[in-house]
């Protein structure tokens, strides 16, 4: 079983799936006949049942619960039964429940959120559901009055409950979307760490165990409790601040299917980018490193920003670790947005298995009283803590969205995205070079579409044109398609795409005539990559699979606890 994790700081090897052979089958399941066992969820045609169910159990396999919003169910089943129930007519398709890991006052200065604030709109009354490692009861987390913002928890881990975030990235992630900054405002304090929205209600939906680890299927069922108190609690976003590799299409993936299923009920998704873009393994330069959910193309994936220690988003850079498009599989046009993610304070969740692993994250602060010794005066926060990925740069948007819709209740996911894009700000240098403060290795990025997407996050520019957004379009993001014979990656995109009709790629593009992208095509005759390396055919992990010993998750690679010999890098971050 492979693991999702949370987006914030363990880079490991990229992961590119192979072309399909069995079109209702994860590629993983390339050796049929093995005993071993394995969690899985079946997709089927209808909704799951104790008919469908029973085709399981005759086959000696075990049922675990069913996932209503995308028909399918949760079980065991041995390597054999999964190639014999494939053949079944009532079955789409079957996947491994795979393993989902965890992937203030600079972040909220670089995207302009004081425009919101200044006009009222701090998320009031807009339910953001944190589907993570847990949320701990904060008094930056409370209202005006002394209530928790936090209206809704549930564990999905099968953990101990009372410990509300065991591994400290759910806390975070929370105080980045909605912390009021009450432990940093005072006349002593030199540094306000305020959220992006820091008058949303937050529901506290845990996926993520200590370890920062979880399953495919905790994250749709929380995904669809979300959806099911939609109406109770003003459920308007959903971020997903976590992730695992693409193993294909998100057409079959269930995880995909799950995020589409909350779109399209009128939740907006945020999703983080991942944090590969330094992988260079296969010869890609960390293109082709998106993660799951954040390849589907109806989701907001958001990419890493670092602020470079200001408030002034005018010499922020592209962190280098953040995860490059196109998709694997599919090949969207990804990441959508980028965001400030490096080096972010925000809230501490004190004796998590974060902070004992990284203590020298913990905020330092200074008293300004006479009187005090070096010692006293210079001591670590209870409250904030640092930690750099795109789960923080996911957490900035899904405040900023959560600001918008207080604004206007009456935005679509579609409106929202289209909002964030087409307003973006988009001036950057053409490249920039990061030191990997460990290593030494140095990074260059290419500030093309595939590595900032539509650009950086600007909530000011889209608080002009809150009320001012039209309707009747899709917002799902473009295929690229490789032309060997050029070299060039051109978009195509639905009928009822926006970005059809004014693409923020073309040459029309939404903010001006002088788009960065070219006129049709995303990427010129001078590509980086090779002709088989991301649009190629050749699987990365070959016949390895998850029955074997040799399985793509063993002790050594990324989904272990000794995962990535450079795990330290987006803890400290691109300097």
């Not at 399909?20 to 209808?46: L, M, Y």
């Not at 030199?190 to 993520?208: E, H, Q, S, W």
Request: hydrophobic share 40%; aromatic share 8%.
């Amino acid at each position: 079983m492979k693991k999702l994790t949370a987006l914030f700081g363990f880079a490991g090897a990229l992961c590119i799936a192979q072309p399909v052979t069995n079109q209702k089958i994860s590629t993983e399941f390339t050796k049929p006949g093995k005993a071993d066992h394995v969690r899985v969820i079946i997709q089927w045609k209808q909704t799951p049942s104790t008919l469908t169910d029973s085709k399981v159990i005759r086959m000696g396999g075990k049922v675990h619960g069913r996932l209503h919003s995308i028909h399918a169910g949760v079980y065991t089943v041995s390597g054999d039964q999964a190639q014999q129930l494939a053949a079944d007519p009532d079955v789409v398709f079957i996947s491994p429940d795979r393993t989902v890991h965890a992937k203030l006052d600079n972040s909220a200065g670089a995207v302009i959120a004081s425009a919101a604030w200044g006009s009222g709109f701090v998320g009031t009354g807009v339910g953001v559901a944190v589907i993570d490692s847990g949320i701990n009861a904060d008094a930056n987390l409370q209202d005006g009055t002394g209530a928790s913002r936090i209206v809704y928890s549930q564990d999905f881990t099968n953990t101990d409950p009372t410990a509300s975030d065991a591994f400290g990235h759910g806390q975070h992630v929370a105080g980045i979307i909605g912390s009021n900054g009450i432990s940093s405002s005072c006349s002593q304090c030199t540094r306000l760490f305020k959220g992006i929205a820091p008058g949303v209600n937050l529901l506290d939906l845990k996926v993520l165990d200590a370890n920062g680890e979880g399953t495919d299927s905790a994250v749709i069922a929380a995904i669809e409790q979300a959806i099911a108190l939609k109406d109770q609690y003003n459920v308007r976003v959903i971020n997903l601040s976590l992730g695992r590799p693409v193993y294909e299409s998100y057409t079959d993936d269930p995880l995909c299917q799950a995020v589409e299923a909350a779109w399209n009920a009128g939740i907006v998704v945020v999703a983080a980018a991942g944090n590969d873009g330094r992988d260079n393994s296969f010869g890609t330069q960390g293109y082709g490193t998106i993660e799951a959910p954040g390849n589907d193309p109806t989701v907001i994936t958001v990419g890493a920003m670092r602020s470079m220690g200001t408030p002034d988003r005018t010499d922020d850079l592209v962190a280098s670790y953040s995860s490059k498009g196109p998709s694997q599989v599919d090949h969207i046009l990804k990441p959508d947005l980028m965001a400030p993610g490096n080096l972010v304070v925000s809230l501490l969740s004190a004796g998590s298995s974060l902070q004992m692993q990284y203590p020298g994250n913990s905020v330092q602060y200074s008293y300004f009283e006479s009187g005090l010794s070096s010692l006293q005066a210079h001591r670590y926060s209870k409250n904030f803590y640092t930690l750099s990925g795109s789960s923080m740069a996911a957490a900035v948007a899904s405040g900023a969205a959560a600001d918008l819709i207080h604004a206007n209740p009456a935005l679509t996911p579609d409106q929202v995205k289209l909002l964030l894009m087409a307003t973006a700000y988009k001036t950057f240098p053409t490249t920039s070079v990061a030191m990997d403060p460990v290593t030494g290795t140095s990074y260059t990025s290419y500030y093309d579409a595939f590595t900032v997407g539509a650009g950086y996050l600007d909530l000011s520019a889209a608080m002009a044109q809150v009320n001012s957004v039209p309707s009747g379009f899709t917002t799902t993001s473009p295929t690229t398609v490789y032309d060997p014979n050029t070299g060039a990656v051109s978009a195509i995109w639905g009928q009822s795409s926006i970005w059809g009709q004014s693409a923020i790629w073309g040459q029309s593009a939404i903010w001006g005539q002088s788009a960065i992208w070219g006129q049709s095509a995303i990427w010129g005759q001078n590509t980086i990559w090779g002709q088989s390396a991301i649009w190629g055919q050749s699987a990365i992990w070959g016949q390895n699979t998850i029955w074997g010993q040799s399985a793509i998750w063993g002790q050594n690679t990324i989904w272990g606890q000794n995962g990535g010999s450079d795990s330290n890098v987006l803890i400290n971050g691109d300097k």
